[in-house]
């Protein structure tokens, strides 16, 4: 199946982007999101062929808009909400929650 | 859902509900972070190419089974994929990338930096890999093949760069300090002593 992932050859990308003495995680966040995504491989709740599939079916603006870590978190989402783990409407609820406790930054 | 407020905030939500459920305990994520973030990392490969260097019995196992050699050396698969090292000579030079995302040998050389992951080396590493490696610096002489090799989940890729001239004298840590993650993915070649 190809799609936005299948970057293989595509033209216009433009220079390669590096940077030096890169961290492992440039943010806190981007730890957890792997974090969490091995905690539903780990347990069973979905596996990485699953995993992966997921992250190709995310949108293609919007896949190429969030960063790397936001697509892990994003399919993870989107296998726990398909394995009735962590359903989207109690993802949301609790982002809610959570957005008013920290004073409604998102 | 773009910014990082709001993503950390999806990931903290997400966190909270794992908890919640029992599906996940806090120092098992702490414990799964501490792996990736220090354990984990080209280290571990720059010790295998090393050995390779030094030691030929072990290079030719590393290059007839990897995932074994490596493990020989206590580098254990993250995710139960299968290991192979492709060696770099004057006249072959290999470059290794993930078209598709961002399958990398973890167990050898940790996770992945942004570029290797990044839409332009994905996309030209495929169909102008010459040209990338002139942008990393590294000029390949026309006679030399380039070898390009997309991973995949189950299959990762680890280039053995060549060994420096020069450095028949250098005991194992100073030879360690000229192995470079790039040059074990191929983009640029080992340090020079």
Same mark, same amino acid.
């Given at each position: 199946?190809?799609?936005?992932?299948?970057?293989?050859?595509?033209?216009?990308?433009?220079?390669?982007?590096?940077?030096?003495?890169?961290?492992?995680?440039?943010?806190?966040?981007?730890?957890?999101?792997?974090?969490?995504?091995?905690?539903?491989?780990?347990?069973?709740?979905?596996?990485?062929?699953?995993?992966?599939?997921?992250? %190709?079916?995310?949108?293609?603006?919007?896949?190429?808009?969030?960063?790397?870590?936001?697509?892990?978190? %994003?399919?993870?989402?989107?296998?726990?909400?398909?394995?009735?783990?962590?359903?989207?409407?109690?993802?949301?609820?609790?982002?809610?929650?959570?957005?008013?406790?920290?004073?409604?930054?998102? | 859902?773009?910014?990082?407020?709001?993503?950390?905030?999806?990931?903290?939500?997400?966190?909270?509900?794992?908890?919640?459920?029992?599906?996940? %305990?806090?120092?098992?994520?702490?414990?799964?972070?501490?792996?990736?973030?220090?354990?984990?990392?080209?280290?571990?490969?720059?010790?295998?190419?090393?050995?390779?260097?030094?030691?030929?019995?072990?290079?030719?196992?590393?290059?007839?089974?990897?995932?074994?050699?490596?493990?020989?050396?206590?580098?254990?698969?993250?995710?139960?994929?299968?290991?192979?090292?492709?060696?770099?000579?004057?006249?072959?030079?290999?470059?290794?990338?993930?078209?598709?995302?961002?399958?990398?040998?973890?167990?050898?050389?940790?996770?992945?930096?942004?570029?290797?992951?990044?839409?332009?080396?994905?996309?030209?590493?495929?169909?102008?890999?010459?040209?990338?490696?002139?942008?990393?610096?590294?000029?390949?002489?026309?006679?030399?093949?380039?070898?390009?090799?997309?991973?995949?989940?189950?299959?990762?890729?680890?280039?053995?760069? %060549?060994?420096?001239?020069?450095?028949?004298?250098?005991?194992?840590?100073?030879?360690?300090?000229?192995?470079?993650?790039?040059?074990?993915?191929?983009?640029?070649?080992?340090?020079?002593?």
């Amino acid at each position: 199946m190809n799609g936005i992932h299948d970057m293989g050859g595509v033209h216009g990308y433009g220079p390669i982007d590096r940077e030096e003495d890169e961290p492992v995680f440039h943010h806190a966040w981007e730890g957890k999101a792997l974090a969490l995504a091995r905690v539903g491989l780990a347990g069973g709740h979905f596996n990485l062929d699953e995993f992966r599939h997921a992250m %190709e079916r995310i949108a293609p603006v919007q896949y190429l808009s969030i960063s790397y870590y936001e697509r892990w978190l %994003e399919g993870t989402l989107m296998m726990l909400d398909a394995k009735g783990v962590v359903s989207a409407e109690e993802f949301q609820t609790r982002l809610d929650e959570l957005s008013k406790s920290s004073g409604g930054g998102a | 859902m773009t910014s990082d407020n709001n993503v950390e905030l999806r990931v903290r939500a997400l966190e909270s509900l794992l908890l919640e459920k029992g599906l996940v %305990e806090a120092p098992a994520i702490d414990e799964i972070i501490d792996l990736f973030e220090n354990r984990l990392g080209p280290q571990n490969g720059g010790k295998v190419v090393v050995r390779a260097w030094t030691d030929p019995a072990f290079k030719a196992r590393l290059l007839a089974n990897a995932t074994e050699a490596i493990v020989e050396m206590g580098y254990d698969a993250v995710q139960g994929e299968d290991m192979v090292v492709v060696e770099n000579t004057p006249e072959i030079h290999n470059v290794v990338v993930c078209t598709l995302c961002s399958c990398f040998p973890w167990a050898t050389l940790g996770l992945p930096p942004v570029w290797y992951k990044s839409a332009p080396y994905r996309a030209r590493a495929a169909s102008d890999p010459r040209g990338v490696l002139v942008e990393f610096g590294t000029e390949i002489s026309d006679e030399a093949q380039v070898r390009v090799w997309d991973s995949n989940a189950e299959l990762r890729y680890m280039v053995l760069p %060549e060994r420096p001239a020069g450095t028949g004298a250098m005991n194992e840590d100073e030879l360690l300090a000229l192995v470079t993650r790039d040059s074990m993915i191929g983009v640029t070649r080992a340090q020079n002593p």
